[in-house]
């Protein structure tokens, strides 16, 4: 074989594998990765196997309801990837759930392209996005219907120009401490104690900075996870890695996202009438989280 062929041949491997991995003009914020006949006991150890063998590291693990375990997986790529952008962190961790759906299971995880637009980080995660398939499998993007433009998701916001709603930037102040060491020290006094009805899933520390994400459960009121998931997740292919919320401590402030972006970011293709059934969950969300962070609601 000549050298202009084996180098063609080379060329259009090359743009294979880069068309593979181009990312589209409307991203959805999950990935489905499989739907078997099965049972979460059955495949959580293979689940967990594969990403640790993939070099992923599991940083906690929640099961809301009976029906549903979510695994928090993050690696050093995506810490660093993290650790770029004015509140990144919130980009920093990653969630893979198996949910039971009568005799199936179904195994899905965050989208990370829809995650690196809608935290407006500065890389792509496309990085990660090929490992998670490596890892994973290969699967169908979904959450949304026709899913979200590129350009609108990093602006994102629920309700469009007509009905404006909280973006990623209207993110809340939940307690100011005087340094980083004694916002940390509060916020896990707060969870450990489950303050507001909150318990602490995971944490990621984020490098180079002093920043941290702590992943929260909230088992009580109207924003509890089980009350928000029973009203918004009931679509065919389960979203279950919409959860669980987070709070990030930047220096000595711990924020967390609105909860009205948060969960609209999640479930873009939801009705007003669905999300009106939530109406008081938002604000209950961020009152159980500024408990846990030592305030008094």
């Known amino acids: 074989m000549n050298r202009l062929v084996k180098l063609a041949i080379i060329l259009i491997c090359m743009m294979s594998v ?10 959805k914020p999950y990935i489905l990765v499989s739907s078997e006949v099965g049972t979460i006991d059955g495949m959580k150890e293979k689940i967990r196997n594969r990403l640790i063998d993939g070099e992923f590291e599991i940083v906690g693990e929640y ?35 198996l949910t039971q759906v009568e005799d199936k299971v179904q195994l899905a995880y ?18 990660i996005a090929k490992k998670m ?24 916001h629920y309700g469009g120009r007509l009905m404006p709603m909280p973006s990623f930037d209207d993110w809340i102040t939940l307690m100011e401490y005087e340094t980083y060491d004694e916002a940390i020290q509060a916020i896990e006094k707060g969870l450990a104690e489950g303050r507001g009805g909150t318990s602490k899933i995971y944490r990621v520390d984020i490098p180079g900075k002093e920043e941290t994400l702590i992943g929260v ?6 924003g509890s996870d089980l009350n928000v998931m029973g009203t918004t ?7 279950t890695p919409h959860l669980p919320y987070e709070v990030l401590i930047s220096g000595g402030t711990i924020y967390t996202l609105h909860g009205k972006f948060r ?24 009152s159980a989280l500024r408990q846990a962070a030592g305030g008094v609601e």
Not at 19 to 25: A, C, H, L, Q
Not at 217 to 222: C, N, T, Y
């Open 18 to 27: 880069s068309i593979g991995y181009t990312k589209p003009e409307r991203l």
């Open 63 to 97: 099961q809301p309801y009976d029906s549903a375990l979510i695994l928090i997986v993050t690696d050093e790529q995506l810490k660093q990837a993290a650790a770029l952008s004015e509140m990144g962190g919130f980009g920093a961790a990653l969630r893979v759930s």
């Open 110 to 127: 965050n989208n990370p392209f829809y995650v690196a637009q809608v935290y407006r980080m500065t890389t792509d995660l496309d990085e």
């Open 133 to 156: 398939e490596t890892v994973l499998g290969s699967g169908e993007p979904f959450g949304s219907k026709k899913g979200v433009k590129v350009k609108r998701l990093r602006r994102y």
């Open 217 to 222: 459960a909230i088992k009580e009121g109207k």
């Open 233 to 239: 997740d009931t679509e065919e292919l389960k979203q």
């Open 263 to 286: 969960i609209a970011q999640s479930f873009p293709s939801l009705g007003m009438g669905t999300f009106m059934k939530i109406s008081g969950a938002p604000k209950a969300i961020a």
